[in-house]
Structures are given as C-alpha cells and as structure tokens.
C-alpha cells in the first residue's frame, strides 16, 4: 500500500514539473509579437483598401516605422495623390507636400486614418491585448492569424487582425475592425524588420 502511494505522489510531482514548464513556453503568438516589440523599425508596403459609410477606396502606401518615433507614410496610388506623405508619431498626425503640413484627418472619432494605419497596426502589434490565435493559410501561404485588441481615442474598441507567414513573422494580410465592423484590409507588398532592439 505504501508503494502504491509512493508511485501517485512521484507521478503527480512529475506531471506538476511537466505542466509548470509547459506554462513557461511561450506560444506561437506570443513568439511572434515578441518579434514586433523588440524591433527597432520596419521598412513595408501594402495596399490599402478602405469602406467607410459606403465609400470605397484604395491607396498604395510606402512607410518608414519607428517605434515610439517618427513614422513616414508615403502615398504612391492613386495618381492624384502620389508624393503625398503623411508624418505619423504618438501625439500628432499631419500631411505634408512640398513642405506644407495638412490635417491628415480621419475618418471616425476613434483616430484611424489611412494615412496612419500601417503605423498603428505595427503600435497595436506591439502594445494590443491578444484575443486571438491560430493557424491558417492566407492564398497559398502557411500562417498565424492573430487579432489584438485596442481602445480607440474616443474609447471604442479597435480589432487589429493581421496574417503573419509561419516562414519568417511578416505580414500578408491584415484587417482593422471599428465595433467590429471591418473598415480597412491590408495587403503587404514588401516588409522587412530593421535590426531588433538589444536589452
């Protein structure tokens, strides 16, 4: 009867010791946001297409990333506006053209803007809540699907979904949800990281 005792203990300790350092890895999303708080900036292109009361548009957009900094968004398409540049840090948001500086504006009372969605979708990587994540393919590309959860500047609730390919961490695609209402979709065309931060 002691032996028997003795053998339940010793399992439920080395059951105990499997579980502790289960709960010490980190998951498939955790690994790969800690790739996004880490970066010292990144370099990407996307299209961008944005619905908002029954509008549809769409932009090409270049961006310069620094986090906690200064980030550049350069408008290529459409034509009319190619050249634009939107500068984007953490208090402002303004356009400028030939050295002049425009309200960039947005388009809902919670901040989101197309100028500075690939900006706060990379912030929101960062810094958002995580609500969701699994695995699934985007075309033909094996990847981690992840929603993060941010408030908006009038406190509304802002879904970040992105597609990041399983391969390397980078972007395919990604969503912006106001309410749940999906206003923008985002479809990466370059991105690379600069070097990450170093502790």
């Known amino acids: 009867m002691v032996k028997r005792i003795c053998f339940a203990a010793m399992t439920v300790l080395v059951m105990l010791s499997a ?8 998951s498939p999303a955790e690994d790969a946001l800690e790739q996004y708080r880490n970066m010292a900036g990144a370099e990407l292109a996307a299209r961008v297409s944005c619905t908002w009361n029954g509008e ?22 459409p ?10 840090d953490g208090e402002t948001l303004g356009l400028r053209y030939e050295g002049d500086c425009l309200d960039a504006g947005t388009i809902s009372d919670e901040g989101i803007s197309p100028a500075a969605c690939l900006p ?5 990587l960062r810094t958002g809540w995580l609500l969701e994540e699994n695995e699934e393919k985007w075309g033909e590309t094996d990847c981690l699907r992840l929603t993060v959860d941010t408030t908006g500047a009038e406190g509304g609730k802002i879904l970040w ?21 999906i206003i923008f979709q985002l479809e990466f065309t370059e991105f690379s990281f600069c070097d990450t931060l170093t502790k």
Do not use: F, M
């Open 19 to 26: 579980c502790g350092e289960a709960s010490q890895q980190e």
């Open 79 to 88: 034509e009319e506006l190619a050249g634009l540049t939107a500068v984007v």
């Open 56 to 77: 549809a548009r769409e932009y090409l957009l270049d961006c310069t990333y620094v986090p906690e900094g200064e980030s550049k968004v350069e408008v290529q398409e």
């Open 120 to 124: 706060r979708l990379l912030d929101a």
């Open 161 to 181: 979904t992105v597609w990041l390919s399983r391969e390397n961490g980078v972007p395919i695609h990604g969503e912006i949800a106001l309410e749940e209402e």
